[in-house]
């Protein structure tokens, strides 16, 4: 081969190289706050998206996604940490898994520091579910809030599969063992086993309302429909402290606590670079049967 194609190879090869070192220096650097060094401050966790259990990592143009874990994790470093006076938790959350959901209402629950919570513009399900860990519960006047209730989907393909004549046959131990083939419909009595489920996380859901909020049978029996309030509805209905912009309640949280700055303790989730992980294909299935706060 010409020694000029080696040359070129060789250069490529370097210039390659020096600009995966920098992609990796850069992404490090960005994990980094240096707003969490230089005295004591008010500790902010940002909740963004669907909350999951397990964090799903970043391909290589997105930074990826936390989990619930990842949240708690945080909250727990940070309520260590001397120099913060102060949890704010910051919430635009459609909801996601219950356990998920309470994995973070625990985590932020347990913690000893003084913790307000501030919906900006989605406090749904799970995510108001997290926020009623919140000493206090605040929200922009236009946000969306409430939602409040738990629901299971269940797919059925039975009738698509009878047209294309496509048949299953199931072999199981026990008459509840594939409760919820997706090839069949539900019998009467599944449906009832998977119905008391979601109707105890459901009652699990309103008692953890009513020990923060303690909101009166009328504004309570509004709330379990499920349905969706504005900011300042949420706040007549009982369902938030106050209803403020972001900037307000981070300035009012700095007076209360006599601190002039906040830090980001939102997790940063890992990148990796691959293939799979380039189009996120590990999370393209999702489990068959799941029960969701949202």
Not at 156 to 162: E, Q
Not at 174 to 183: L, R, V
Request: charged share 20%.
């Amino acid at each position: 081969m010409d020694i000029k194609v080696w040359k070129a190879i060789a250069i490529f090869a370097i210039f390659g190289l020096v600009l995966i070192s920098l992609v990796s220096f850069f992404l490090i650097i960005s994990q980094l706050n240096i707003s969490n060094f230089g005295g004591s401050c008010i500790g902010v966790v940002r909740i963004d998206g669907p909350i999951m259990l397990k964090g799903m990592s970043g391909g290589l143009f997105d930074r990826g996604i936390p989990g619930a874990e990842d949240y708690a994790r945080q909250i727990e470093l940070l309520s260590k940490n001397n120099n913060v006076k102060g949890l704010l938790v910051i919430i635009n959350s459609p909801g996601g898994g219950v356990i998920a959901s309470d994995v973070i209402y625990r985590a932020i629950k347990k913690s000893k520091l003084p913790k307000w919570v501030y919906i900006e513009e989605l406090g749904a399900s799970g995510g108001y579910y997290v926020a009623l860990a919140g000493e206090k519960i605040y929200a922009h006047p236009n946000s969306l809030v409430g939602n409040i209730g738990v629901v299971m989907y269940i797919e059925n393909y039975a009738g698509l599969l009878d047209k294309i004549g496509v048949n299953f046959t199931v072999v199981k131990s026990g008459s509840m063992k594939d409760i919820g083939n997706p090839t069949r419909n539900l019998t009467e009595e599944e449906y009832q086993v998977l119905k008391s489920i979601v109707e105890e996380t459901f009652e699990d859901f309103i008692s953890i309302l009513q020990e923060s909020r303690q909101l009166n049978d009328t504004s309570l029996e509004i709330v379990k429909t499920g349905r969706i309030f504005t900011g300042k509805q949420a706040y007549k209905i009982g369902l938030l402290d106050g209803v403020y912009t972001k900037s307000e309640i981070i300035e009012e949280f700095k007076k209360t606590l006599n601190v002039d700055r906040i830090c980001d303790y939102t997790p940063q989730y890992k990148q990796e670079f691959g293939l799979m992980s380039l189009f996120n294909i590990e999370r393209l299935f999702n489990d068959r049967i799941s029960l969701r706060a949202e």
